[in-house]
């Protein structure tokens, strides 16, 4: 629990240092998407752009680890999809789906990958964070802008999506970074700085911006309470189950790589579907709750894991 601890808590502190800032008015009032439009234009997509850029995909070769890891996140997915989608519709439904399939993988992975198994696990946890932030998080995308559409003709929404995921950063950014590492050209020195700056402040912004929101958030009668418990719940316990069931039964995977499948799974929703929520205002309540609710009760189910797969000590 001490290993999970030290990863959970800087979170909340990021979390709570937004919330107080914006409820003593240090934050005004568009604080939130001012934040989150930093993340969505220039954070996020520095960071995208800078993963796949140096990713060395010959030490990234780990078929079995990716098939298990993406199969359990899209399995999660569409099931998520299929439970939400006539409640919420297509656009809201595929944030919801986002929130039950996106483990916290860049974020805490690293560090609990680190304190578990030591530098071992980082190609590993590279891999997920590569599949959750460009498969899972860009195929979010994709449905978003489709769910978003008014026109029901099937060539202007077409048409409309298109051009909307041509410029959608979120999207273009790792588009732009593999084509870049197929170059093998290194990444000038200034650049690769610049890169990781911007990149390595995305999620401590995201956190901030989740916390300004959560002091303007007002009860309403739009709050789904059994939405967020159905959503922590496929989160922390059915991700996890699939990814045991894929990596131990289907593929075979042992050792520290079948633990790390289950475990990376395991981790709380990331803050990758609130910017999403909150740049596209669809379901953001519900979104910034689970991710509070599933970071807090990780810290009981990851420990549990940690247990389960034998990484208990």
Same mark, same amino acid.
């Given at each position: 629990?001490?290993? !999970?601890?030290?990863?959970?808590?800087?979170?909340?502190?990021? @979390?709570?240092?937004?919330?107080? $800032?914006?409820?003593?008015?240090?934050? %005004?009032?568009?604080?939130?998407?001012?934040?989150?439009?930093?993340?969505?234009?220039?954070?996020?997509?520095?960071?995208?752009?800078?993963?796949?850029?140096?990713?060395?995909?010959?030490?990234?070769?780990?078929?079995?680890?990716?098939?298990?890891?993406?199969?359990? $996140?899209?399995?999660?997915?569409?099931? !998520?999809?299929?439970?939400?989608?006539?409640?919420?519709?297509?656009?809201?439904?595929?944030?919801?789906?986002?929130?039950?399939?996106?483990?916290? *993988?860049?974020?805490?992975?690293?560090?609990?990958?680190?304190? @578990?198994?030591?530098?071992? *696990?980082?190609?590993?946890?590279?891999?997920?964070?590569?599949?959750?932030? $460009?498969?899972?998080?860009?195929?979010?995308?994709?449905?978003?802008?489709?769910?978003?559409?008014?026109?029901?003709?099937?060539?202007?929404?077409?048409?409309? @999506?298109?051009?909307?995921?041509?410029?959608?950063?979120?999207?273009?950014?790792?588009?732009?970074?593999?084509?870049? %590492?197929?170059? %093998?050209?290194?990444?000038?020195?200034?650049?690769?700085?610049?890169? *990781?700056?911007?990149?390595?402040?995305? *999620?401590? $912004?995201?956190?901030?911006?989740?916390?300004?929101?959560?002091?303007?958030?007002?009860?309403?009668?739009?709050?789904?309470?059994?939405?967020?418990?159905?959503?922590?719940?496929?989160?922390?316990?059915?991700?996890?189950?699939?990814?045991?069931?894929?990596?131990?039964?289907?593929? %075979?995977?042992?050792?520290?790589?079948?633990?790390?499948?289950?475990?990376?799974?395991?981790?709380?929703?990331? !803050?990758?579907?609130?910017?999403?929520?909150?740049?596209?205002?669809?379901?953001?309540?519900?979104?910034?709750?689970?991710?509070?609710?599933?970071?807090?009760?990780?810290?009981?189910?990851?420990?549990?894991?940690?247990?389960?797969?034998?990484?208990?000590?």
């Amino acid at each position: 629990m001490l290993a !999970t601890l030290s990863v959970v808590l800087p979170i909340f502190g990021i @979390v709570l240092a937004g919330y107080i $800032c914006r409820r003593v008015r240090i934050f %005004g009032e568009t604080a939130t998407s001012e934040l989150n439009r930093f993340v969505v234009w220039l954070g996020l997509p520095a960071l995208f752009f800078h993963i796949t850029a140096k990713a060395d995909w010959a030490d990234l070769y780990q078929p079995a680890f990716t098939a298990a890891f993406t199969l359990a $996140c899209f399995i999660v997915f569409f099931l !998520t999809l299929a439970l939400r989608i006539r409640k919420r519709g297509l656009a809201e439904g595929s944030v919801d789906a986002l929130n039950a399939a996106y483990p916290n *993988s860049g974020y805490m992975g690293f560090p609990l990958g680190f304190l @578990v198994f030591g530098p071992e *696990s980082y190609p590993f946890v590279a891999i997920s964070a590569i599949v959750t932030v $460009c498969l899972v998080f860009g195929f979010a995308i994709v449905l978003l802008e489709i769910g978003i559409q008014e026109q029901r003709r099937f060539w202007p929404t077409l048409r409309k @999506v298109s051009l909307s995921l041509v410029k959608n950063p979120l999207l273009v950014a790792p588009a732009l970074g593999v084509a870049y %590492g197929a170059t %093998g050209l290194p990444l000038p020195q200034s650049a690769d700085s610049l890169l *990781s700056l911007l990149g390595s402040a995305a *999620s401590p $912004c995201a956190l901030v911006a989740l916390g300004t929101f959560m002091a303007d958030r007002k009860p309403s009668p739009d709050d789904d309470a059994k939405g967020v418990a159905l959503l922590t719940a496929l989160k922390l316990f059915l991700l996890p189950a699939v990814a045991w069931v894929l990596a131990y039964y289907v593929f %075979g995977l042992t050792g520290m790589v079948a633990s790390l499948t289950v475990l990376l799974c395991a981790l709380p929703t990331g !803050t990758g579907p609130f910017m999403l929520a909150e740049y596209y205002k669809r379901g953001a309540t519900v979104t910034a709750q689970t991710i509070l609710y599933s970071t807090v009760l990780s810290v009981i189910t990851m420990s549990i894991l940690l247990i389960l797969t034998g990484q208990g000590g």
